[in-house]
């Protein structure tokens, strides 16, 4: 995202939060009186943009969690009002706005994105709206002072060195190739490769293009040139499938790698079987198997029955989010406030991974997981301190 347009996005969140203060009331817009009987929690994030294949399993997770939650006919029930970003931050913005001044959510899960979670932050801090994002992962996030923004995945600083380091143990490089589109997640995820790869003494270029380009010539004939041992791109998978493909095309056989923005088939379908063949993706998200076991099997199957579709990323984390916010309203609390002051002392067993945050919103649990494109197909090689490279 550019600085011009961050700007805009950011004086119109300021323009807003005035307005929207006086429409919640200070409150987070809940009664805490004893008479409430349903509450509001919305869902923010791209569900039919270009990078929608990441947002849609962490929705329908969050949506089982509110189903289950509302079966139980709980003295108070949860109405999930689901907004449409597109991953775009204006459109946050805006949306955002409605959300506490017209349909006067308590809570949110999300943003998604990292650009997105960046342009509304503060709007939602000064509105004492709690948020939950369940995949936004720039280390940034978290160092804006915000007391109401939490997530329950790692950041970027802990993905980045845990792909960097995981292909440092496993193809041993002398020279990387880091490449990124210019949206805040992705230079986010780039930089925080590129310097783990320094630290470990591999040396490391660099290059970036525009998001949403299609024409990466200029970039797979740098990477040609530096004839780098692995590349890692920052970014989703849309622009992952259609680079791979060009840098295959153009002859760069290096390893190829990314992070959760690009960890889903589509990059397969874009770049081709072939091309995609051996691909390594980093994750801070647990995607359950057919074969698990347990909790994840439970969640698995419920999964499927619910979506008629196998879990994807972030699903469990989705719904981890949501439960986050339930065992808040399960407990008596139906204010922005009262939620953000009980999410301080979450403790719980998730499905992703257990849940507690520390008090900058940071998950305490930072667990990086690497998958790999084996027979067209995403293969689950385990946490990166443990997984192993087939072939």
């Known amino acids: 995202m ?6 805009r996005v950011l004086a119109l969140a300021a323009a807003s939060s005035l307005v929207l203060a006086a429409c919640a009331g200070g409150g987070g817009g809940g009664d805490a009186g004893g008479d409430v009987t349903s509450v509001k929690i919305g869902f923010m994030g791209d569900l039919t943009g270009e990078a929608a294949a990441i947002v849609i399993p962490p929705r329908n997770g969050a949506v089982m969690a509110v189903k289950e939650y509302n079966d139980k006919n709980p003295k108070v029930k949860i109405e999930l009002v689901q907004y449409d970003s597109q991953g ?3 459109q946050a913005t805006s949306l955002v706005t409605k959300a506490i001044g017209q349909d006067k959510i308590i809570g949110l899960i999300g943003p998604a994105f990292s650009g997105e979670s960046k342009a509304v932050g503060g709007l939602l801090e000064e509105n004492k709206i709690p948020s939950v994002s369940p995949s936004a992962t720039n280390p940034g996030l978290a160092e804006n002072g915000w007391t109401y923004w939490h997530r329950v995945v790692a950041n970027d600083s802990d993905q ?3 792909i960097a380091e995981f292909l440092v143990k496993a193809k041993s490089p002398k020279k990387a190739f880091v490449i990124s ?7 986010g995820l780039a930089d925080a490769v590129a310097k783990s790869f320094k630290d470990a003494g591999v040396t490391v270029e660099t290059d970036k293009f525009a998001k949403g380009a299609s024409d990466y010539s200029s970039t797979v004939t740098k990477v040609a040139s530096a004839n780098p041992d692995v590349i890692v ?3 989703y998978y849309a622009e992952a499938g259609r680079l791979l493909k060009q840098l295959r095309d153009g002859g760069v056989k290096a390893t190829f790698a990314s992070g959760d923005g690009s960890l889903d088939q589509q990059v397969i379908t874009g770049a081709g079987a072939a091309a995609a063949e051996n ?6 998200c647990n995607i359950p198997s057919p074969d698990v076991t347990g909790t994840l099997k439970t969640f698995f199957d419920n999964y499927k029955k619910a979506n008629n579709v196998d879990p994807a990323i972030y699903a ?6 949501a439960t986050a916010f339930i065992k808040a309203v399960e407990a008596g609390n139906t204010t922005g406030e009262k939620i953000n002051e009980y999410l301080k002392t979450i403790n719980f067993e998730g499905v992703s991974k257990p849940i507690k945050f520390k008090a900058n919103g940071e998950p305490e649990n930072n667990a990086i997981f690497v998958y790999q494109v084996k027979g067209g197909v995403l293969k689950l090689l385990g946490p990166a301190e443990e997984a192993k490279l087939e072939g």
């Not at 589109?181 to 230079?187: N, T």
């Open 316 to 321: 469990t984390e989705g719904y981890d989010a």
């Open 88 to 90: 775009k931050p204006d």
């Open 160 to 162: 980045g060195p845990g």
């Open 279 to 284: 691909a390594v993706f980093g994750c801070p």
């Open 181 to 187: 589109d210019d949206q805040e997640y992705s230079v």
């Open 2 to 7: 550019s600085g011009a347009r961050l700007g």
């Open 233 to 235: 791109y920052g970014g």
